[in-house]
């Protein structure tokens, strides 16, 4: 039978312990869920004197770990599971329900670069999909090459891979269900700041893709999304251009810092969000 508590949780980090009295626990692993999503991963490796003299093993029983919460008020709603049991660490007084989420819950926003690592780990990723969650979480964007073809994959007349199912591929991997993908044709900026208030009104996800039978790019200052949303007119400073291109799609982040440097008409795919429940 497995004892434990969560003691701490904020924004960026959970902590607690976590007993067993028939087996040594430390070096384990835990991981930190909200409903299904995975939002962090550590391991049992800290000393705790007040559970050592409580005569609780050998008092290396505490964990504490980097988590991502996009919101603090779900703060509530986070449990700790030891890897390879199904026994749940609650928080005192939490009350555990299912809930229908108006967002899906996004591994960019929801899982910290230690659970992508974790997920590595088990290969449940494969080399494509771990290089994509990585780079969107530190850079919010990532070029994914549409010459890359899945295993047994036919190729298409012209060697590439379809955009549009590609672009759901990838979605589906974010969000960890099938999603709803909306298509747009961005002709000037003005479509671009259309699509960046529907983001904002919380009718499409943060992560777009763009795909042009024309070469173009897009100005993006890496990791500012982790800053929080920008506003459209924001001073760029320190901006990488991203190409967008036949032979490839480009995933990016709306919260990041950007320029539109476009002059032909872009094709964006988006996720659809539903209203919530």
């Known amino acids: 039978m497995l004892k434990g508590a969560i003691d701490h949780i904020s924004p960026n980090e959970i902590g607690g312990w976590i007993y067993s009295a028939t087996a040594s626990l430390r070096n384990h692993t835990v991981l930190a869920f909200i409903d299904d999503a995975c939002i962090g991963a550590g391991r049992v490796d800290l000393y705790r004197e007040d559970l050592a003299d409580a005569g609780l093993g050998d008092g290396f029983l505490g964990f504490k770990f980097p988590v991502n919460l996009a919101n603090i008020d779900e703060a509530p709603l986070v449990v700790v599971k030891l890897e390879g049991s199904d026994a749940v660490i609650i928080q005192p007084s939490a009350r555990l329900v299912r809930r229908t989420l108006s967002r899906p819950r996004t591994i960019v926003t929801a899982r910290t670069l230690a659970s992508i690592e974790w997920m590595r780990a088990r290969a449940w990723l494969d080399q494509t999909e771990y290089d994509f969650l990585r780079m969107m979480f530190r850079f919010g964007a990532y070029d994914l090459s549409l010459r890359q073809r899945r295993p047994g994959e036919k190729p298409s007349s012209d060697g590439l891979r379809d955009p549009l199912e590609t672009a759901q591929d990838m979605f589906d991997l974010l969000c960890n269900t099938r999603t709803e993908v909306a298509t747009d044709v961005l002709t000037q900026e003005s479509g671009w700041r259309s699509l960046a208030e529907?983001?904002?009104?919380g009718t499409t996800e943060?992560?777009?893709?763009?795909?042009?039978?024309?070469?173009?790019?897009?100005?993006?200052?890496?990791?500012?999304?982790?800053?929080?949303?920008?506003?459209?007119?924001?001073?760029?400073?320190?901006?990488?251009?991203?190409?967008?291109?036949?032979?490839?799609?480009?995933?990016?982040?709306?919260?990041?810092?950007?320029?539109?440097?476009?002059?032909?008409?872009?094709?964006?795919?988006?996720?659809?969000?539903?209203?919530?429940?």
């Open 198 to 201: 529907r983001f904002q009104e």
């Open 206 to 277: 943060s992560i777009i893709a763009l795909w042009s039978p024309q070469r173009a790019s897009i100005a993006l200052v890496e990791g500012s999304h982790q800053d929080g949303a920008c506003s459209p007119d924001e001073e760029i400073v320190g901006a990488v251009d991203y190409a967008v291109a036949p032979d490839g799609l480009l995933f990016i982040d709306l919260r990041c810092r950007l320029k539109w440097k476009v002059e032909h008409p872009v094709r964006c795919y988006s996720v659809v969000l539903g209203e919530s429940a």
